[in-house]
């Protein structure tokens, strides 16, 4: 049993689910019963960046059915949310009546994980995203956590962390051409059209630059308006997402204070992720437009060397989020290509493929986060943190620091 573990029954000796979660409230039934009242908001909050940001990136050709979908997706992602964190919240005296006893991983873990398995089947696509998501983030824990001397290098170093998001940027893309797999990642490169040697150049800046005596590329509008367009899209979308954050983080303070809206902006906004967005779609697509150019028409290792180089700007926004779904979606699109264009795939794995995998690293990921957030929090990316006391109402922070109190009154007491 680790120190931590060993701390935890020598300070929580003695005390009730009540004295750690909810003190607040007299009886676990009304601490349910006002979870269940007050939680509601914070999730339908905390996903709306789900509703918005899809439609931007589309840009148009938005339909009855789109919005219908859309609403009702996120409503149901919402909701399902929800009640994991109810559910988890419940538990947490559910194992304390069971055991009479607080216990180390029944605190956060096993909540964590029954309130997960419990809760209602997400629809494929919101599976896949939580699922990356709590993978991506349990991985991002443990690369913190590890003292392997690699990942340690690559924890360290900025450079060797572009270069394997080089790489896998340049196979993602270069697969996503090559096979149509339903993935989302940062880019979707444009399936390659045989060249009209008889059409003319209709981009003035690209053909001023680099002339061309036709229209080697596949996308349809001038090269200008393709590289514009998606740098002027990706960066508003990174935009979003940062405004996003900032309301996330200090709505309590504006609603009490609206005056200090923009001198908070102004201190707490940050455009890396705007200028990573709007860079690596210019990069990517202004490389592959050269390159057509210069070939004078459009072949697969375009898309490859626009792919390995559209990857630089990595360095603008060094994040683990970042590198981690690569690796993640970089493992997905091969696995996934393999199964589309192998001649005879091994039994084990086609039995492997049937597994429910997604739904399992969800369920693991949720569980090993829930733990991480209150017995490791130094661990816990910040994302994890934001999420689940935004659907918790914070009441897993006061849980932490009221149960890291005790543990340095125990510390103090013994010295």
Request: one cysteine or more.
């Amino acid at each position: 049993m680790s120190e931590l573990s060993k701390c935890f029954y020598e300070a929580t000796a003695g005390k009730t689910c009540r004295d750690l979660c909810h003190p607040e409230y007299a009886s676990c039934w009304i601490s349910f019963v006002e979870s269940a009242r007050l939680l509601l908001p914070g999730s339908f909050k905390l996903y709306l960046p789900y509703l918005v940001i899809p439609a931007i990136i589309k840009g148009g050709g938005y339909t009855r059915k789109y919005w219908r979908d859309s609403i009702l997706g996120y409503c149901d992602l919402s909701f399902k949310t929800y009640v994991v964190a109810v559910c988890g919240l419940t538990f947490q005296c559910v194992f304390y009546k069971l055991f009479g006893e607080l216990k180390y991983y029944w605190v956060m873990f096993f909540p964590g994980l029954f309130s997960t398995i419990l809760s209602p089947k997400m629809s494929k696509v919101h599976q896949r995203l939580q699922g990356i998501t709590y993978f991506n983030m349990m991985l991002e824990a443990l690369i913190k956590q590890t003292n392997l001397s690699l990942v340690v290098a690559l924890r360290d170093s900025k450079l060797l962390g572009t270069l394997l998001f080089m790489i896998f940027n340049a196979r993602i893309l270069d697969i996503l051409q090559r096979v149509p797999v339903n993935h989302f990642w940062f880019a979707y490169p444009v399936k390659i059209k045989k060249g009209d040697v008889n059409s003319e150049d209709d981009s003035r800046v690209l053909g001023t630059i680099f002339p061309s005596a036709h229209k080697a590329c596949s996308h349809e509008r001038s090269c200008d308006m393709h590289i514009l367009d998606g740098f002027l899209k990706y960066s508003l979308t990174g935009f979003i997402i940062e405004l996003a954050r900032f309301f996330f983080n200090k709505f309590p303070v504006l609603m009490k204070e609206p005056r200090k809206f923009l001198p908070e902006a102004r201190r707490s906004l940050s455009m890396q992720l705007m200028f990573f967005f709007g860079s690596y779609i210019g990069a990517y697509r202004l490389i592959g437009c050269l390159l057509c150019r210069h070939f004078g028409e459009d072949r697969p290792i375009n898309n490859q060397i626009a792919g390995f180089l559209g990857g630089l700007p990595y360095l603008i926004y060094p994040k683990y989020q970042v590198l981690t779904l690569a690796f993640t979606k970089f493992i997905e699109v091969e696995w996934d290509y393999y199964f589309k264009t192998a001649k005879k795939i091994p039994g084990w794995m086609r039995q492997l493929d049937r597994l429910p995998y997604l739904r399992i690293v969800l369920i693991l990921g949720i569980a090993y986060l829930y733990h991480t957030i209150v017995f490791y929090p130094h661990l816990s990316p910040s994302f994890n943190r934001k999420v689940i006391n935004y659907c918790s109402g914070n009441r897993v922070e006061r849980l932490r620091r009221r149960l890291t109190g005790w543990m340095l009154q125990n510390e103090w007491n013994k010295a």
